[in-house]
RNA sequence: GCCGAAUUAGCUCAGUUGGUCAGAGCAGCUGAUUUGUAAUCAGCAGGUCGGGGGUUCGAAUCCCUCUUUCGGCUCCA
């Protein structure tokens, strides 16, 4: 007999060699329906698995991700299966399940092209596979006789995969008339899958290397009950409502054109007036925060990227120089401001009680970015960053660093950002001459940001390779509508600009010293930044950043000129007001996607005129009842002070 | 940059095997209507079918190429 140890702490005895299914089933028959998968002293197994020692079990449903993972990686099998019935002689990349789904890196035989109609004929098969329920049948076997058994099918993928493993811990699973090297783990049968849907194909680099062979990647997802289909495509069709460039264009915030170029965002009046009461709003903060707002050209001189590195580093992939009348004079578009604002540091002898010097740059860069990589405004090739650079002594670093994460928790407060990912992004160590620097100066630095994190009491993840080439950072990442993670906000830890720019303060010893600098963008970009912020909000944002905060409504033309007075009057109190004079139905203006994303309807007809007053409806909320512009306009003023009232405490 | 899918009116989209296939709705404009919270009526106007080549008696439709967009990969200062 031996123990299971269940999460509640409670301990059952079983017979050795029970299975997780088994103990599913001594608990309840309902459990034993949901379960997927068994965690096994901290190794998730299959269920069918024989435990045979005391254990510490728990039984992953679909709720948990383990129980999902087992799930979805079986139905990566299963699409597998039906692949090789379908196209026999396919040779098998990597097949993982992913955060929402699965895919799987296949080579078709003669570089045959997958189409929609394709993915049909394989969910089918799917289906039918998934009803024949052939149970998932694991399998140790030795190094030699795995490699003998892709090597005989010419899979040379899986044969590169095993000759990477350790003999002894490699593990074959299989299902119907499907064999794969997997570790595992797997739900009992195929039966459990009952929805199928393959969502795309893309191509996908062997083992994410450029210089690979480039597979056919199909992804998919399925769930166990129909009804969990319909709602994840329901939802991501919500999802796509909410994408930010379906939003900015109807909201009239932004633009692209082809005449212009890829990639370079154009600001419209009310993207403009976005933007600017964001920038004005983290202008506050920074004030607050001592810093100064500084200046520079969108040009510099070659050489200026010479010495910061930049130029050896990314110069080929960069847009090129810029060439002037004169024989070798050469200025490139800045990609960053950092050595703009270092020169600026040097204008003149610091002494350490001037330090820490914050000088902060709305700068606008250029960045060559490959075109396959653009996305709306997440990713773009000229962007706006809210840059700051704090050039402060080694002893003021921890306490610096700290500050700037408070910036950036004021911001998240402020537009309500409450799920983000703080990752501290190190170097890679087995690569480091992607990074400049010594690694004396790489460790005080990643030691300095680990340390703020932790007195900062932040949850953090750990990236390693993720660092930028002159210094390790602290990134936060925000989920897009459709669940992909940008970085947003990020603080910088460089020891290196300050050395290869000569930066020197005086000390209260008399000497020179290096001071440390801080590279931060709170918003990571302001196009970056307002693209994941349209997709939070779907387009309502808090109100004293919307473009209209309130729109005008005459009921009909007599009512024109009134309308205008009140416009002219909440202008003059800085209240942003439009009219809408078409004129019509007042219904039927309220389905407008554009009105509807302004905070307050102001409706005026003969009532008002009378009156003198405003019918005042609040969307979402319902009618506020008839008041003077002046009472609105405070009402307004007021919601915008409490919403930003944490600010000013 | 790579793989794949697209590109038709300001927007959202139809358009069958190449032959009344230049279409609809919304937006716009002109009238009529003067209406109080999700669609008032009538009419008009809008497009070298992304650009350029080619095949064909004939191309929105088939082929090549370029642009841009989308989904991934890679990249991301």
Redesign the pocket.
């Given at each position: 007999m031996i123990n299971i140890t269940l999460p509640d702490s409670s301990i059952r005895e079983y017979s050795s060699g029970i299975t997780g299914l088994e103990i599913a089933e001594s608990i309840s028959s309902r459990l034993a329906k949901e379960v997927l998968s068994v965690t096994v002293n901290g190794e998730v197994w299959d269920l069918t698995r024989p435990i045979s020692q005391d254990s510490t079990v728990r039984l992953n449903t679909w709720d948990d991700k383990e129980g999902r993972h087992a799930f979805w990686h079986s139905s990566a099998h299963l699409m597998a299966e039906a692949i090789q019935t379908f196209y026999p002689g396919t040779k098998f990349g990597i097949g993982p399940s992913i955060e929402t789904g699965f895919y799987y890196d296949i080579e078709l035989p003669d570089d045959k092209?997958l189409?929609e109609k394709d993915l049909e004929k394989l969910e089918q098969k799917m289906l039918e596979l998934a009803q024949q329920k052939s149970p998932f049948v694991r399998e140790d076997i030795s190094k030699k006789d795995a490699l003998d058994f892709f090597s005989k099918r010419n899979e040379n993928y899986k044969v590169e995969l095993i000759n990477g493993l350790t003999d002894g811990s490699i593990t074959l699973y299989k299902q119907g008339d499907f064999t794969d090297l997997c570790r595992g783990p797997h739900i009992p049968n195929t039966g459990y899958i009952k929805a199928i849907k393959l969502t795309?194909?893309?191509?996908?680099?062997w083992r994410?290397?450029?210089k690979n062979k480039?597979l056919?990647?199909i992804?998919g997802v399925t769930y166990p009950k129909k009804k969990m289909l319909d709602d994840y495509l329901i939802l991501l069709e919500e999802a796509k409502k909410r994408?930010h460039?379906?939003i900015g264009?109807e909201m009239e915030l932004f633009m692209?054109s082809?005449e212009v170029?890829?990639?370079l965002p154009m600001w419209l009046p009310k993207g403009t007036i976005l933007r600017g009461q964001l920038q004005k709003f983290l202008s506050q903060v920074q004030k607050r925060f001592g810093y100064t707002e500084v200046i520079t050209p969108h040009i510099g001189d070659v050489k200026l990227y010479k010495t910061s590195g930049?130029f050896q580093k990314?110069g080929k992939?960069?847009f090129q120089v810029i060439n002037t009348p004169v024989e070798g004079e050469q200025f490139m578009l800045k990609?960053?401001n950092c050595p703009h604002h270092a020169e600026m540091y040097k204008f003149k002898p610091h002494s350490y009680k001037d330090l820490p010097i914050r000088f902060a740059e709305f700068g606008t860069v250029y960045?060559?970015?490959?075109?396959?990589?653009?996305?709306?405004l997440t990713?773009a090739r000229g962007f706006t960053q809210d840059d700051a650079h704090i050039f402060c002594r080694p002893d003021q670093l921890k306490d610096e660093f700290m500050k700037v994460i408070d910036i950036i928790f004021i911001i998240f407060k402020a537009l309500n950002f409450k799920e983000y990912t703080a990752q501290i992004s190190l170097r890679d160590p087995n690569n480091k001459e992607k990074y400049i620097g010594s690694d004396e100066n790489w460790n005080k630095a990643e030691q300095a940001i680990v340390e703020a994190c932790e007195e900062k009491g932040l949850k953090t993840i750990t990236e390693l390779g993720e660092a930028?080439?002159y210094g390790p950072k602290l990134d936060f990442m925000i989920k897009d509508a459709?669940g992909?993670s940008w970085q947003l906000g990020t603080i910088q830890v460089d020891y290196n600009l300050p050395e290869r720019f000569q930066l020197e303060y005086i000390g209260a010893d008399d000497k020179r010293h290096r001071p440390v600098m801080i590279h931060r963008a709170p918003f990571g970009s302001m196009e970056r930044f307002i693209g994941v912020l349209i997709e939070h909000t779907a387009g309502k944002f808090p109100i004293w950043l919307t473009p209209d905060q309130a729109v005008i409504l005459p009921?009909?033309?007599?009512y024109n000129d009134y309308a205008t007075k009140v416009l002219n009057l909440l202008n003059n109190s800085d209240i942003r007001a439009v009219i809408d004079d078409?004129?019509?139905?007042?219904?039927?203006k309220?389905?407008d996607n554009e009105l509807?994303r302004i905070p307050y309807?102001l409706?005026?007809?003969?009532?008002?005129v009378e009156s003198g007053e405003v019918?005042v409806?609040r969307q979402g909320e319902g009618?506020k009842g008839s008041m003077q512009m002046e009472d609105f306009a405070n009402m307004i003023k007021k919601e915008v002070h409490d919403q930003l009232a944490f600010i000013y405490n």
């Open positions: 092209q189409t795309s194909v893309a191509g996908a680099y994410g290397n450029e480039m056919t990647r992804y994408d460039r379906k264009k692209f082809a170029g890829q990639g930049h990314y992939d960069s990609p960053m960045r060559y970015e490959q075109s396959g990589e653009l996305h709306g990713r930028a080439f459709l992909r009921i009909s033309e007599k078409r004129n019509e139905k007042i219904g039927k309220i389905r509807k309807m409706i005026v007809g003969e009532k008002e019918s409806r009618d």
